[in-house]
């Protein structure tokens, strides 16, 4: 597949069934474009872990995207971040294929936009499903196109090194999972030097910045375990503090990352521990196909491990809430 078609693919959303909106969410008849106030509730309910409660509220927002997108600039932005939305909440379910198809509409809704922060959103969503069907080359591509977006003018304000940052950090992730270990470290680099420049600017009122060490922090876990560094990867995740971390589907994320990397290191005490921050954090993490894996893998070591059975037990009660 072309780079173009996979930011500007117009494959067709399935049929969806309307929920009543509730909280944010408009009142008024279905389909109607979702508003910057919805979308924000919507981004924060996947940022808490809130997967069950996002999945029944999405379909709205799905609905509102087809017809927002023809509406200007400001609507197709609105509409690429529902169809990023609907991309990150299908990856989290295992559900790779339909987190390809949003993320390519995503990806047209974004090119409609013209605004580069919509761009790189879209591309760090594509990587994913891109990475995950052995298309790295191409994952790779559209985040570089990304950068250069984001990195076009002669000062970047805060939002674009915001998403400049992360997208290197994406980059450098995509990359480590091929084995590609120069372009891995290179833009791990590049996102930690960002995250420097970033720190040393003021940050627009009532806008909170991805990109921080923490952040830097957490992706070298997975970083360096990919590439088979595991020391190195456990001296990140020692220095990391996930009370840091801003939100509760990042912590989760790190407790993860910690586990595998402790599973690899052959302590399956300590990674079960991780698995139970990760519970802690966000319980609907812990039920998500990939981490149940890992459940599976240290009952396989250690079956008998105090706990475990029940955790098992919770977790797999969970899923059918996830898959919402």
Not at 130 to 140: D, H, Y
Not at 176 to 190: G, R, V, Y
């Amino acid at each position: 597949m072309e780079r173009r078609s996979v930011l500007g693919a117009g494959a067709v959303l399935g049929a969806v069934m309307v929920v009543r909106p509730q909280a944010a969410w408009a009142a008024d008849e279905p389909g109607r474009p979702p508003s910057d106030a919805e979308l924000a509730a919507a981004h924060a309910l996947f940022e808490a872990g809130a997967y069950d409660r996002l999945a029944r509220r999405l379909p709205l927002l799905l609905a509102g995207a087809e017809r927002g997108v023809d509406t200007g600039p400001g609507g197709a932005a609105r509409a690429a971040g529902v169809w990023v939305l609907a991309s990150q909440l299908a990856v989290k379910q295992g559900r790779t294929g339909a987190a390809g198809t949003y993320v390519g509409q995503a990806g047209a809704a974004a090119r409609r936009s013209g605004d580069a922060l919509v761009l790189a959103a879209a591309a760090r969503a594509a990587a994913t499903p891109l990475r995950r069907t052995g298309r790295t080359g191409q994952a790779l591509d559209l985040l570089q196109e990304a950068l250069a977006h984001l990195t076009a003018g002669p000062r970047p304000g805060a939002a674009e090194l915001d998403a400049a940052g992360m997208a290197a950090l994406t980059a450098s992730y995509t990359a480590a999972q091929a084995h590609l270990a120069t372009a891995a470290h290179d833009f791990a680099d590049e996102a930690e030097h960002t995250a420097l420049r970033l720190a040393r600017l003021p940050h627009p009122a009532g806008r909170s910045c991805q990109l921080t060490a923490d952040q830097c922090a957490l992706y070298r876990i997975g970083i360096h375990r990919h590439l088979g560094d595991i020391d190195t990867a456990l001296a990140h995740a020692r220095r990391l503090n996930p009370g840091r971390l801003p939100t509760a589907e990042r912590r989760a994320r790190a407790a993860t990352d910690t586990a595998r990397t402790l599973l690899d290191a052959g302590d399956t005490t300590g990674a079960f521990a991780q698995l139970r921050l990760v519970e802690d954090a966000a319980p609907a993490e812990a039920c998500r196909p990939s981490v149940r894996a890992l459940t599976v893998r240290i009952a396989e070591h250690r079956p008998g491990l105090p706990g475990l059975a029940a955790y098992a037990r919770r977790t797999a009660a969970g899923t059918n809430t996830l898959s919402r």
